[in-house]
């Protein structure tokens, strides 16, 4: 049983952590309509920073810092590279790609390519003891700041005005141009909070793993493709139900099954998926 | 002017061939003269790059499909053909023999269900399950892939006029005949209508079903193709470079790729073929020289990630694009 229990909330810990990715991810393609492979840098950068600014001013400023890091990366990242190939999507995923790439080579020039142990806040290194599960406290703090965050989102989008105009970005963004919002503001916007959110991700990585490496994000950023197909491209709640999903049976079934098992089982279910329900499990629209 | 043109793939073929002839040396451009092991190995990694890039157009340059996992076919192809020769004990000839075939039902089982999705939930779908070829190598299971090590390829098997470094050359030349293959191919699909209806796919699907024609199966059948090219490619990259690595199951690898065919001018004739071998060269030239540099751009990757961007921007039609510009106001 501590064993199940244990599992569970590493599974969740997990999943909070593809939530955090995915759901930056499938607001940026659900509405700008930009597939961003440069979403692993954004995580990247704000693991860097918080590791950075940890030492010299404590976890208080760097924790922030690292989500304003990513948030900045993000905003920046639209701006001026893919706002002038707007309506060019095939050359905006090239340039994501080619950031991708430089990002993380210029991350390895700075701090080498070896991992860097992560700071933590020192109770998130302590246990609980749920049942007879001794549970490490950092699968909480993941899971909490999740929540927290997928509440947040769920308000923001259906309780304000920039929440409206992105939602109905996502569902026909033509019209809303026509209606004379300029939708172009609200891409930076979404490029900013999956940004933050991505560099959120990055530091609970950290806290979470232990350590920070320049490849990190490109792993983390895989199962977060695979959570966003999964959960529908553009929907919070779809990110967030496949993220659980998919972050348990790869817990489960990795501890269960052979090595390396878990990774595959998540691939299965995607192609599962995709054979009964090619728009994902929230139905939105799959437009190239 | 036209003839020329027509004639100067012959003219570059021959250089080719007889390249390993010369003993000139490039001072700054290769380490040692042109017909020594190192440089002629550098030039057949080129070439091999050549080749995979060009295969990798068939899809994205010419059907337009953006696949991500590309990297999958190419390691299997390596990885297949060394387990043959390396654990199995077969010869060469029947491990490609039986790799290449093997790869081309897988890309038909895999492709027949990433085919299902259009645009970039495709491109999302190849990438998951190239990652999963990726994970399967570095677990090593049964000690087959040498886990992160990768395998080395037993020369026991191979033909003696392939091994140790005074056959370099020989192995210059499987590389070279490589290439030749895939050019041979694909642009064979350029001229014939087959070539005419991927472009037709490519550029609106919807008209090519009007005609009456399968997508799907077009899809699939250009998919399996490339997918066997690329495992072709990735035994003659295995035997030059004496083993399989697991980089070349990497995303990191499709994602060069791409960047190879748009540096070079994606769906055109020669387009990906040149940004194959130029980028190859770039990869491996910088890694030499890269420790003398200062700060980021000790980094291959940041200078030619640096550059696809600028590329992207500045010259859409990639290298080929901007030497046809130049050619038209000389």
Excluded at chain 2, 68 to 73: E, K, P
Excluded at chain 2, 160 to 187: K, P
């Amino acid at each position: 049983m501590s064993t199940v229990i244990l599992l569970t909330l590493t599974g969740l810990g997990l999943a909070a952590l593809y939530f955090l990715i995915a759901s930056g991810l499938s607001l940026v393609f659900g509405l700008a309509g930009v597939l961003n492979f440069a979403h692993g840098l954004f995580l990247s950068v704000g693991a860097y920073a918080t590791w950075w600014a940890a030492p010299r001013w404590g976890l208080a400023v760097a924790v922030p810092l690292g989500i304003a890091a990513g948030a900045a990366t993000g905003a920046l990242v639209e701006v001026v590279l893919i706002r002038p190939l707007y309506k060019r999507p095939t050359e905006q995923v090239l340039v994501t790609v080619g950031l991708s790439l430089a990002g993380v080579a210029l991350l390895q020039s700075v701090w080498g390519a070896d991992p860097r142990t992560y700071p933590r806040p020192a109770w998130a290194a302590q246990v609980t003891t749920i049942g007879s599960a001794q549970v490490p406290d950092d699968r909480f703090l993941l899971i909490g700041t999740a929540v927290a965050v997928l509440l947040a989102l769920l308000l923001f989008l259906h309780k304000t005005r920039y929440g409206l105009v992105i939602r109905a970005g996502v569902e026909n963004r033509d019209m809303v141009s026509a209606l004379g919002i300029d939708v172009r503001r609200a891409f930076t916007l979404v490029f900013a909070i999956g940004g933050a959110l991505a560099g959120t991700a990055g530091v609970l990585g950290g806290m979470y793993f232990g350590s920070v490496s320049p490849g990190q994000g490109a792993s983390l950023l895989i199962f977060a493709f695979i959570v966003v197909v999964i959960g529908g491209l553009g929907s919070v709640t779809g990110s967030a139900v496949a993220a659980v999903v998919v972050g348990l049976l790869q817990q489960f079934v990795n501890y269960y099954g052979a090595a390396g098992a878990g990774d595959v089982s998540v691939v299965a279910l995607l192609a599962l998926v995709l054979l009964l329900r090619p728009s994902g499990l929230a139905r939105t629209a799959v437009t190239a | 002017m036209t003839r020329l043109t027509k004639m100067l793939p012959l003219v570059v073929l021959a250089v080719l061939i007889l390249l390993p002839y010369s003993t000139v040396g490039l001072p700054g451009v290769f380490e040692g003269s042109l017909n020594s092991p190192g440089t002629l190995q550098m030039l057949a990694i080129c070439l091999v790059f050549g080749g995979l890039a060009l295969g990798y157009d068939l899809l994205f340059g010419r059907a337009g499909l953006l696949s991500f996992g590309h990297a999958l076919y190419i390691a299997a192809g390596a990885y297949g053909t060394d387990i043959l020769v390396s654990h199995a004990h077969w010869p060469l000839w029947a491990a490609v023999a039986a790799t290449v075939p093997a790869v081309a039902v897988l890309a038909a089982l895999l492709g027949a269900v990433a085919l299902r999705t259009t645009g970039i939930a495709f491109a999302m779908v190849t990438l998951a399950f190239a990652q999963v070829g990726w994970i399967v190598v570095n677990r090593d299971p049964g000690g087959l892939t040498g886990g992160e090590e990768g395998l080395p390829l037993d020369s026991a098997g191979l033909p003696a006029s392939l091994v140790g470094v005074a056959n370099t050359v020989n192995l210059y030349w499987v590389a070279l005949a490589f290439l030749l293959v895939v050019v041979v191919v694909v642009h064979g699909i350029d001229r014939a209508p087959l070539g005419r209806v991927l472009t037709g796919l490519r550029d609106d699907e919807r008209r090519v079903s009007v005609l009456g024609l399968s997508a799907y199966r077009l899809k699939l059948g250009t998919f399996v193709l490339a997918g066997a090219l690329a495992a072709l490619g990735g035994a003659v990259h295995a035997l030059i470079v004496g083993g399989a690595s697991p980089h070349l199951a990497s995303a990191d690898l499709t994602l060069s790729l791409i960047v190879m065919a748009v540096l070079g001018g994606a769906g055109t004739r020669w387009g990906a073929v040149v940004g194959g071998v130029v980028y190859a060269y770039l990869d491996q030239r910088l890694t030499q020289v890269g420790g003398a540099l200062p700060g980021p751009l000790s980094q291959p990757l940041f200078i030619l990630g640096t550059l696809f961007v600028l590329a992207v921007y500045f010259a859409p039609g990639g290298l080929t694009g901007v030497l046809k510009r130049r050619g038209r106001f000389a």
